[in-house]
């Protein structure tokens, strides 16, 4: 079942903040989160693990809630950059090999 | 190429054809994952190879649908008889982890089919 994130959508004008949340119906292993720019290939964030392990490369951060099965991603100091579509993707407990089943999304908006 | 290159970028067929698309992953990656995604949608899960066997197809959503990775590197997925409704970008993304859902995957930036 697909994750359910909100809000769809998010204006800033640059220097703002923003929080993006994935909520999930079923138990989950893992979270991940990937910012897709408009015609481009989905990218990487950050990935939250059962248990608190957190993998991420950008100056991001997000927590992962295991008992409510929630993730939300915290976006601080908004560049122009970090405009575009956030998805955030589960793999539950029996997936043994990462098949992420993806939220809809949520579309970024970084003005001047 | 450093990344995962798929071709064509750009596909018009017209309903009936057949098509193929191609990924090209990172060298080394052991899993390759085939994604579609409709406008304004997240991607979907379609069929997963670990080398080269194709250990998950239950995204697949018809026996139109069939993908191989003979060589455990390229991977090709196939149409046949397309129609409408199966116009969508698809994504190929590839991972050098095997096991469980710790591994960033590296997604290529797609073959946009449209089906007249």
């Known amino acids: 079942q697909q994750p359910v994130q909100s809000p769809q959508a998010v204006i800033l004008r640059e220097g703002e903040d923003a929080v993006i949340n994935c909520s999930s119906s079923k138990a989950l292993y893992s979270v991940h989160w990937y910012r897709q720019k408009h015609g481009e290939a989905p990218v990487f964030l950050m990935i939250?693990?059962?248990?608190?392990e957190q993998k991420g490369h950008e100056k991001i951060s997000a927590s992962f809630n295991e008992k409510k099965q929630q993730s939300s991603l915290y976006l601080t100091a908004s560049q122009l950059s970090y405009s575009g579509t956030y998805f955030c993707g589960q793999t539950g407990g029996g997936t043994s090999y990462g098949k992420l089943t993806f939220g809809q999304g949520t579309i970024l908006t970084v003005h001047p | 190429g450093a990344g995962v290159s798929q071709s064509p970028r750009y596909k018009v067929a017209k309903r009936g054809q057949d098509v193929a698309l191609r990924c090209d992953p990172i060298?080394?990656?052991?899993?390759l994952f085939w994604y579609q995604q409709a406008l304004g949608q997240g991607p979907e899960f379609l069929t997963y190879f670990q080398n080269e066997a194709q250990l998950d197809k239950s995204g697949l959503p018809s026996d139109r649908f069939f993908a191989e990775r003979p060589e455990g590197s390229v991977s090709t997925l196939k149409i046949q008889r397309t129609q409408q409704e199966d116009s969508a970008v698809y994504l190929c993304a590839s991972s050098v982890f095997r096991d469980r859902g710790n591994g960033e995957l590296f997604f290529g930036e797609g073959s946009r089919l449209t089906v007249l």
């Open positions: 939250l693990l059962k248990g608190g």
């Open positions: 060298s080394g990656h052991v899993s």
